[in-house]
C-alpha cells in the first residue's frame, strides 16, 4: 500500500512539474503543439460546455439523454443489488441495469429533455438563490442568541436586510436581461 502509495505521489510530482516547467517549441510541429491543439479544440470546448450553447436541441437532447441514463443505471443498479437472490451476481445486474436503463433512454423523445432539462434548471435555480436567503434569515434569527445590545443587534439586523434587498434586486435585473 506504502509503494502505491508513494508511486501515485511521485506520478502527480512529475505531472505537475511538466505542466509548471515553461516548455520550449521547436519550429517543427512536434508533440507540444499536438497536445496544445488536443487541448483547445476537444478538451476546453468539452468541459466549459461550449457545445451547449450552440442553440441544436439535438446535441442538448443528447447530453440530457446521457444523464437520465446515468439516473436510471444508478437507480436500477441499486434496486438490482438490494435484492438478496442477485447479490452474487453483480456482474450479471450491472450489464442488465445498463440494458434497460439504454433501452429507457432511447425512447423518449427530445422534447421532453428538453422540458426535463427546463425543470430541473428552475429547480436549481430556486434552490440557488433560496439557499442564501435561507441563510441570512436564520443568521438574523441566531442575532438574538450572541449577546449583542438591542442596538447592535438591530444595525446587524438591517443591514442583513439590505444585503438581501440588493442580492434580490441583482437576481430580478439578471432574469430580465440586464447583466
Partial sequence: MRKKALLVLITVMILSS???LPIVEAAVPGPTQTIAKIWQEVIVPVFSFQW????????????MRFIIWII???LLNAIGRAIPALTAHHKHVNIITGLLSILMVIFIPIDLLLAIA??????GAVIM???PIVGLFYLIHLSGTWGWSPRARAVFNIAMIL???AVLNIVTLAVEGGL
Fill in 118 to 123: 427546463e425543470m430541473y434548471s428552475t429547480v
Fill in 163 to 165: 444585503f438581501l434587498m
Fill in 129 to 131: 438563490l433560496a439557499v
Fill in 18 to 20: 511538466l505542466l509548471i
Fill in 72 to 74: 436510471f443505471f444508478t
Fill in 52 to 63: 451547449a450553447t450552440n442553440h441544436s436541441d439535438e446535441t442538448f437532447g443528447a447530453f
